[in-house]
């Protein structure tokens, strides 16, 4: 396999664009209890000339994916200097989006995306308890109509953050899907041929600056911790970049949360739904959280980036049953999404299809901090001694931990 070429970003230093302050990681935390231990994958050994190098890269994605669908990607084309510019363009957005701006492009998720502006009291349209999460998510039409869908501020960037997401999608996402594919023991390009979206940088996903702001103790009270609920992502992968404060929790083999560690640099990779009902549940939909970061964090801001990888909208989510995996070892009915698919599937009900099964969730989501939805009876229910979040899309139960 010819050797991937690495990112080539358009200059910073063009006429026109304006200054923009070099990104500075905060201090990572001091605590070191209660931390996962993820998987680290070379991405750079998919181009080895050696077959037993790639066999073995395949057989540790295998596991990490099997076990914990969580894992690092290091070595995957992006430098240490280009990744801290993109942070250092996501900076730049919240320190410089006009008032204007914030209203003109407010995200609605009523509609089923979370496309534009979203403001720092909850995940609905109209402003619920302050969360201080900002976001700003590019969608498929926002890459298209950049100069009425997207913040002033960031139009002289846009070449940097378009050929960021390109490279991404294209590149990075690309050849992870390649290895997983070959897991499932099928062709290369199969899942980026079949399944992945196309279409503008992020297909039908979506692309995220979000920004995590220290909360109220009022807010921190009635959400008990949390930022966002514990949760699987409804896509294909999700590319997460490695951040020093510790607010992403992993729901571990053991049945706790375990803070995600940070390794400079690396890609956080967790698996979605669709890849979980693809794979016949062989690959696990990565159940997490965030939540407040360690005492030592406490009052400092999380930013971060986030690609969000979707397949086909009209697809109708069922195994590849042509996987040889598949066809020798069966499916895992115990995993989480895959068996509730499988049994609507048995008798004779219609799943949704992706575009379905994102959209009712980002229209029905809930916030930590909705106390009358958030307790059991409503929208939890305690299995085995845990409280668990149990929602019903479409047919479809789903139940996660807290």
Not at 80 to 88: D, I, K, M, N, S
Not at 138 to 144: C, G, Q
């Amino acid at each position: 396999m010819a050797p991937t070429a690495p990112f080539n970003p358009p200059p910073a230093d063009l006429p026109g664009k304006p200054f923009v302050s070099q990104w500075v990681p905060p201090p990572a935390t001091k605590e070191t209890h209660n931390f996962a231990e993820l998987s680290t994958i070379d991405l750079s050994l998919l181009d080895s000339d050696d077959p037993a190098v790639v066999g073995k890269l395949v057989q540790q994605v295998k596991h990490a994916i099997r076990h914990d669908g969580f894992l690092f990607l290091e070595n995957y084309g992006v430098s240490l200097e280009q990744l801290h510019r993109q942070f250092g363009l996501a900076q730049y957005l919240y320190n410089n989006i006009s008032e204007e701006d914030k209203q003109r492009l407010l995200f609605d998720p009523e509609t089923g995306a979370w496309s534009g502006y979203k403001h720092p009291y909850g995940f609905k349209r109209h402003r619920g308890p302050p969360d201080g999460i900002e976001q700003f998510n590019w969608y498929k039409p926002d890459w298209e109509d950049t100069e009425n869908r997207v913040p002033k501020c960031l139009h002289p960037f846009m070449d940097e953050i378009e050929a960021f997401c390109d490279y991404l999608t294209k590149s990075v996402n690309r050849r992870l899907l390649t290895l997983l594919s070959r897991v499932l023991e099928l062709p290369d390009d199969y899942l980026w041929e079949n399944v992945q979206s196309h279409g503008s940088p992020t297909g039908e996903g979506y692309f995220r600056h979000a920004l995590f702001r220290p909360v109220q103790k009022k807010t921190e009270e009635a959400s008990k911790g949390l930022r966002m609920h514990g949760h699987t992502d409804f896509g294909l992968t999700t590319l997460l970049f490695s951040v020093p404060i510790s607010c992403l929790q992993i729901w571990g083999r053991d049945d706790q949360w375990h803070y995600a560690p940070y390794k400079p640099g690396a890609l956080v990779v967790n698996i979605g739904d669709t890849m979980e009902i693809v794979s016949g549940g062989h690959f696990k939909a990565t159940r997490h959280r965030v939540y407040k970061p360690p005492v030592d964090q406490l009052h400092e801001e999380r930013l971060s980036l986030v690609l969000f990888n979707s397949s086909v909208g009209d697809l109708r989510m069922a195994p590849a049953y042509e996987s040889p995996l598949i066809q020798r070892e069966g499916c895992v009915d115990e995993q989480g999404v895959y068996q509730e698919f499988k049994n609507r599937t048995a008798e004779g009900k219609i799943v949704p299809t992706n575009r379905q099964w994102r959209e009712i969730q980002i229209a029905t989501a809930t916030d930590p901090t909705d106390t009358e939805h958030n307790r059991v009876g409503v929208h939890q229910v305690v299995i085995n001694g845990k409280i668990m979040h149990q929602r019903e899309y479409m047919g479809v139960k789903v139940v996660l931990p807290v």
